[in-house]
């Protein structure tokens, strides 16, 4: 490894994960993102280096992998795979979501799991870092299939995780019905009711905010950084993609603080309102996604507005644009687009949206840009205010989460400026974001010893 030049220690790293993770593509883009901002910080500070603390924080302290049979509505066997990937526990038991989706893999969990330890350690709270889910398509599917499929899941899962070992939550296409029925089969399963899952309903010990807060705490983010220059969302036109958790909640803030967003889109396309979403059409959209599982495109029936099949927003003009669907949304191109179209802001309620040359393009270009890991840090966070809830037997009204969710969003923005700050004056919420989540969760490693 080289120890003077940044930009050969970070290549010397990346041949060492790439040789050790072969294939992991979305794995190594993570690791490679995280690598370039911090090579510099790691250099002056070797003791880290010396302890190996990189290489030990991109290999899981545990991977678990299993079958997951169930029977569908007609009574045909299907298998799918389970995973979860139990990243790094140094400042606290591992937590992060759970993804149901047929693209997924070992490499995407363990950049969701990486990012996650990171985004953990930027809220404060003690929380280390595992994702985990299942190719499972919950799409087309009937409610019980889902809860077949889910009790299966959950049956070989209930093993390995529990409120001070690992406690999963939702991410896409595991919402509140899903996390309802693993739920339940792990009460089942072990005859006791603790918060081993975030995510539950208000009703059986989930916290008030939990849905809103990662597309809230984006859009909260997306305000401090647009205070950096005297500015604010309002009267701002906000182009958002995707239609499910995130995607709905940052639509709904956007329009509370007096933005207009105008776009949403699902793996089908995507649809333009020229004169923005109101609170009636979010409450349609709501009930479309939510509650009858369609498609986006209705919306444009309905509304008589443009669809555009197979795209992504990006090609809509906007001031803010933020990607709430899923890894490598934006691509460089679309970057380019996106800048030459005058954006200024990009918030990331998704994990790792922009490709690599996407970042670099807005980070070259020196717009307001926030990675996901902290911009998307909203979700997580109030998830550990639902376990303290959990643990204290209370619950928090909604102006309390609230709160909290904006001080913990305004402090993680507070760490990005204080670590990510350039000469010049602009900031790299980038490398903030990753020197900020890295020191804490380091520190902790090199005082708990060679584990
Ligand atoms: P949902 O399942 O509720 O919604 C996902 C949305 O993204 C849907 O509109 C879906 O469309 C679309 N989408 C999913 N996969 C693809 C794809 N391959 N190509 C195009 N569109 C796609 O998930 P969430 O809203 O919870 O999650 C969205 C993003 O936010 C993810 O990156 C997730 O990791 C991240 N995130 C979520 C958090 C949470 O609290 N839920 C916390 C932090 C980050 P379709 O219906 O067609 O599949």
Known sequence: ?????????????????????????????????????LSEFLIKNPRYI????????AE???????????????????????????????????????RFHPTVNLGIFKFLAFEQVLKNSLTSLPMGGGKGGSDFDPKGKSDNEVMRFCQSFMTELSRHIGPNTDIPAGDIGVGGREIGFLFGQYKRLRNEFTGVLTGKGVGWGGSLIRPEATGYGAVYFAEEMLKTRGDSIKGKTVAISGSGNVAQFAVEKVLEMGGKPVSLSDSNGTIFDPDGFDLEKLEYIKLLKNAYRGRIREYADKYDVPYYENKKPWGIKCDVAMPCATQNEISGEAAVTLLKNGCTVVAEGANMPSTYDAEHAFLDAKILYAPGKAANAGGVAVSGLEMTQNSMRLSWTREEVDEKLKDIMKNIHSMCLKHGKEPGGFVNYVKGANIAGFVKVANAMMAQGLV
């Open 50 to 57: 010396h302890s190996k603390i990189l290489e030990r924080m």
């Open 1 to 37: 490894m080289n120890l003077k030049d940044p930009k050969q220690f970070t290549a010397d790293f990346m041949a060492y994960i790439q040789a050790r993770n072969p294939g992991e593509k979305e794995f190594h883009q993570a690791v490679l993102e995280v690598v370039e901002t």
């Open 60 to 98: 899981p302290e545990r991977v678990i992998q299993f079958r997951v049979p169930w029977i569908d509505d007609n009574g045909n066997i299907h298998l799918n795979r389970g995973y979860r990937v139990e990243m790094n526990s140094a400042i606290g038991p591992y937590k992060g979501g759970l």
